[in-house]
């Protein structure tokens, strides 16, 4: 089983549409959790990064973190043709190294 | 501006050629890293360093190699030995208990 697994995508919803994008991960131990977004030929930004259960927000941007279930979701409200890209979620077991899940490709159609 | 520049965007490769892709940060941040992207795979990672002169293997390091002589850069050798050496590379900072921050990538390719 691995580590992190990511619902692949692709995902294609209207302009406005409220977008959730997820995670599972395996590993109790994972303490912090990332979500990341890459555009196209970009690196990686940091959206949202979080280490309790319960809802972050920032903006239109909701990170959920449910360690009981070991699950983590990412919402995007009113979302906008700028979301499309790619969705990555990060995971850190307290030290250096993160995993990532494959990623969600996402597209937001005007 | 503060913020990890890699260099170049482009690359290309001849047979049995070893290439370095270059990462400097102004960040000051004491960790660097290496990762891999390819297309519908997630980030997999080379090599790491915590300190000045020290680094660390990664999952997938072999044909790969590092060095870490200043704080601000971490340049990564890849040699002849890696055999499917297309992909995206990527190169990250951090400081203890805080994200990632990434570059935007070199795109290496084989001739």
């Known amino acids: 089983q691995k580590e992190v697994e990511q619902d692949p995508g692709p995902l294609s919803v209207p302009e406005g549409a409220i977008v959730s994008l997820n995670c599972t991960y395996s590993?109790?131990?994972?303490?912090?959790f990332m979500w990341y977004r890459q555009y196209s030929r970009k690196g990686p930004e940091l959206l949202m990064y979080t280490y309790s259960s319960g809802n972050k927000e920032d903006g239109r941007f909701t990170a959920q973190v449910d360690k009981s279930s070991k699950y983590i979701s990412l919402f995007i409200r009113d979302s906008q043709p700028s979301d499309s890209a790619t969705y990555l979620c990060?995971?850190?077991?307290?030290?250096?190294?993160?995993?990532f899940g494959k990623g969600t490709k996402l597209s937001v159609i005007p | 501006d503060g913020g990890i520049t890699q260099s170049p965007k482009y690359l290309f490769r001849k047979e049995g050629q070893n290439v370095t892709l270059s990462c400097e940060q102004n960040?000051?941040?004491?960790?660097m890293y290496w990762y891999r992207q390819d297309p519908g795979q997630g980030l997999r990672l080379i090599y790491y360093s915590q300190i000045v002169n020290d680094f660390q293997k990664g999952d997938i390091a072999e044909g790969y190699s590092v060095s870490r002589e200043k704080k601000e850069s971490f340049p990564l050798t890849v040699t002849s030995a890696q055999k499917n050496p297309t992909a995206f590379y990527l190169c990250?900072?951090?400081?203890?208990?805080?994200?990632?921050?990434f570059g935007d990538g070199t795109r290496l390719s084989i001739l």
């Open positions: 590993n109790s131990a994972f303490q912090y």
């Open positions: 990250a900072s951090s400081i203890v208990r805080q994200p990632q921050h």
């Open positions: 960040l000051n941040h004491d960790a």
């Open positions: 990060a995971i850190e077991a307290g030290s250096y190294q993160l995993t």
